[in-house]
């Protein structure tokens, strides 16, 4: 890129993406990625897994990472996939590290034009909270002595997606590098996206910067204006009871052939991707 007016040029060279996932949603939720925005980050993102599995390493080119994480929906199992996607950032040398779930769609241009407003070698957290007030949480003293202490914070939901900037990832590694993260998760007995908003906010005191453009599937994506579309981040799906989906609204495909509603969006978002229709 060019830099002639904005103070920082993001590239997608800059940027380690990272999504997360698990052996038993590979073939149901990984599809819907890597026909839509993965092609638009091929190198910039890497699948943090709990398997082994050549077709999907494959189809990624080998971009599938077998953390050796437990596969159960425990805190301990994701508090680990999210250590080793932490460490494997750092390791990366990128300027901005981008945590997402494997049920968002990922707006990749704007994704990087929100980046070059803030500069990577100042700390940054950025994401959504979804929850109205700071969590407040009850630290038991390290020992009888000691009284407990009441402590809040705010944290990015995981599953609308975050980003953290190098200089602020530096400044976590005494405490959350090497595999640390797990330890400070067992801590506090918190998922990993809440661990997260507590080593940054209440260990290092860096505040969250609210990026509404992030979303998640705790919203009623319906609501999202089809018009504000192109200024969104991330977006995601979830599947109720029966065939009731949360899901944004969209023309485009059948339901039947895009019940997620990504390609629909990705060939929205841009007409000329090689997987939409032409006329
Ligand atoms: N996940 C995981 N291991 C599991 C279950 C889920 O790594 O055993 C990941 C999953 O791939 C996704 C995230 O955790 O990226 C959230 O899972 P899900 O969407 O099923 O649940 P949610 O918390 O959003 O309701
Ligand atoms: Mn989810």
């Given at each position: 890129?060019?830099?002639?007016?904005a103070?920082?040029?993001?590239?997608?060279?800059?940027?380690?993406?990272?999504?997360?996932?698990?052996?038993h949603?590979?073939?149901?939720?990984?599809?819907?990625?890597?026909g839509?925005?993965?092609?638009?980050?091929?190198?910039?993102?890497?699948?943090?897994?709990?398997?082994d599995?050549?077709?999907?390493?494959?189809?990624?080119?080998?971009?599938?990472?077998?953390?050796?994480?437990?596969?159960?929906?425990?805190?301990r199992?994701?508090?680990c996939?999210?250590?080793?996607?932490?460490?494997?950032?750092?390791?990366?040398?990128?300027?901005?590290?981008?945590?997402?779930?494997?049920?968002?769609?990922?707006?990749?241009?704007?994704?990087?034009?929100?980046?070059?407003?803030?500069?990577?070698?100042?700390?940054?957290?950025?994401?959504?909270?979804?929850?109205?007030?700071?969590?407040?949480?009850?630290?038991?003293?390290?020992?009888?002595s000691?009284?407990?202490?009441?402590?809040?914070?705010?944290?990015?939901?995981?599953?609308?997606?975050?980003?953290?900037?190098?200089?602020?990832?530096?400044?976590?590694?005494?405490?959350?590098?090497?595999?640390?993260f797990?330890?400070?998760?067992?801590?506090?007995r918190?998922?990993?996206?809440?661990?997260?908003?507590?080593i940054?906010?209440?260990?290092?005191?860096?505040?969250?910067t609210?990026?509404?453009?992030?979303?998640?599937?705790?919203?009623?994506?319906k609501?999202?204006?089809?018009?504000?579309?192109?200024?969104?981040?991330?977006?995601?799906?979830?599947?109720?009871?029966r065939?009731?989906?949360?899901?944004?609204?969209?023309?485009?495909?059948?339901?039947?052939?895009d019940?997620?509603?990504?390609r629909?969006?990705?060939?929205?978002?841009?007409?000329?991707?090689s997987?939409?229709?032409h006329?």
């Open positions: 890129a060019t830099a002639t007016m103070p920082f040029s993001t590239d997608l060279e800059d940027v380690f993406i990272s999504v997360k996932t698990t052996r949603y590979h073939h149901s939720r990984l599809p819907a990625i890597i839509t925005w993965f092609q638009f980050a091929k190198e910039q993102t890497w699948f943090f897994t709990d398997r599995d050549p077709y999907f390493q494959n189809q990624t080119n080998g971009h599938m990472i077998n953390t050796k994480c437990s596969s159960s929906h425990n805190r199992a994701l508090c996939k999210m250590s080793v996607e932490f460490d494997k950032f750092l390791e990366s040398g990128r300027k901005w590290f981008c945590h997402f779930d494997d049920d968002n769609y990922v707006n990749v241009p704007r994704l990087l034009k929100l980046l070059d407003n803030y500069n990577p070698r100042e700390d940054w957290y950025l994401g959504r909270p979804s929850i109205p007030t700071p969590l407040e949480i009850v630290r038991q003293g390290a020992d009888s000691k009284r407990s202490q009441k402590v809040r914070f705010w944290f990015a939901t995981g599953g609308a997606g975050f980003c953290i900037s190098r200089a602020l990832a530096l400044k976590m590694i005494p405490v959350a590098g090497g595999g640390k797990i330890t400070v998760g067992d801590r506090i918190l998922p990993d996206d809440v661990t997260m908003g507590y940054i906010e209440h260990l290092l005191k860096k505040q969250l609210v990026v509404e453009q992030f979303h998640s599937h705790l919203e009623i994506l609501f999202l204006n089809k018009d504000t579309f192109h200024d969104q981040v991330s977006f995601s799906y979830s599947k109720g009871s065939d009731d989906w949360n899901v944004v609204k969209i023309d485009g495909f059948s339901v039947r052939d019940p997620k509603r990504f629909s969006l990705h060939c929205h978002l841009f007409p000329q991707a997987s939409c229709p006329r």
